[in-house]
T-cell receptor, first 113, second 113 residues
Framework: DAMVIQNPRYQVTQFGKPVTLSCSQTLNHNVMYWYQQKSSQAPKLLFHYYDKDFNNEADTPDNFQSRRPNTSFCFLDIRSPGLGDAAMYLC????????????FGDGTRLSIL | DAKTTQPPSMDCAEGRAANLPCNHSTISGNEYVYWYRQIHSQGPQYIIHGLKNNETNEMASLIITEDRKSSTLILPHATLRDTAVYYCIYYNYSGGGADGLTFGKGTHLIIQP
């Protein structure tokens, strides 16, 4: 029944080694979001795709990139992970230009060695 | 999204009603109030939203004051599984755009057996 699916749930990578996190959805929502949540903090928006249009938050580091090859999938790429990038990464979806709620996946917890 | 004020933590006895307050004094007339919760190690879960009328669904009730400057989320019969961080957020996306959610610190609700 999961509608926003994130794989894997846990990811370990080495300092400086590129890593990709994935998100898929079965809701056919046109907007997909990526949030970062560090330990004991609230989620923080990194960027979102409105259809094929990429929208970056002003304070999102250049180290973070995203790809959306089709409606159902979205990827988060971290080009050179640092120790400060260890966090839970949450994917969410919604219908744009409505007040319908966002639907979240259960996140990928990223650890950096 | 703009700021809300919530108590950092609350306790409630199992089986009793949990009433979670939220102040949103700068809300504008067309912005909806949303409540999400986040159970440990899971993604945020949508609970309920409303504009100015009180709302009820299978999870909770939402009471919005007449001046819309505050609201209360009510979990009518709290269970141990309701232990989570509860976030109150307000926004209006129907005018255009699809900005992500701005989470505050939320209220950590602990249900006591």
């Amino acid at each position: 029944d999961a509608m926003v699916i994130q794989n894997p749930r846990y990811q370990v990578t080495q300092f400086g080694k590129p890593v990709t996190l994935s998100c898929s959805q079965t809701l056919n929502h046109n907007v997909m979001y990526w949030y970062q949540q560090k330990s004991s903090q609230a989620p923080k928006l990194l960027f979102h795709y409105y259809d094929k249009d990429f929208n970056n938050e002003a304070d999102t580091p250049d180290n973070f990139q995203s790809r959306r090859p089709n409606t159902s999938f979205c990827f988060l790429d971290i080009r050179s992970p640092g120790l400060g990038d260890a966090a839970m990464y949450l994917c969410a979806t919604s219908f744009g230009r409505t007040n319908q709620p966002q639907h979240f996946g259960d996140g990928t917890r990223l650890s950096i060695l | 999204d703009a700021k809300t004020t919530q108590p950092p933590s609350m306790d409630c006895a199992e089986g009793r009603a949990a009433n979670l307050p939220c102040n949103h004094s700068t809300i504008s007339g067309n912005e909806y109030v949303y409540w999400y919760r986040q159970i440990h190690s899971q993604g945020p879960q949508y609970i309920i939203h409303g504009l100015k009328n009180n709302e009820t669904n299978e999870m909770a009730s939402l009471i919005i004051t007449e001046d819309r400057k505050s609201s209360t989320l009510i979990l009518p019969h709290a269970t141990l599984r309701d232990t989570a961080v509860y976030y109150c957020i307000y926004y209006n996306y129907s005018g255009g755009g699809a900005d992500g959610l701005t989470f505050g610190k939320g209220t950590h609700l602990i249900i006591q057996p």
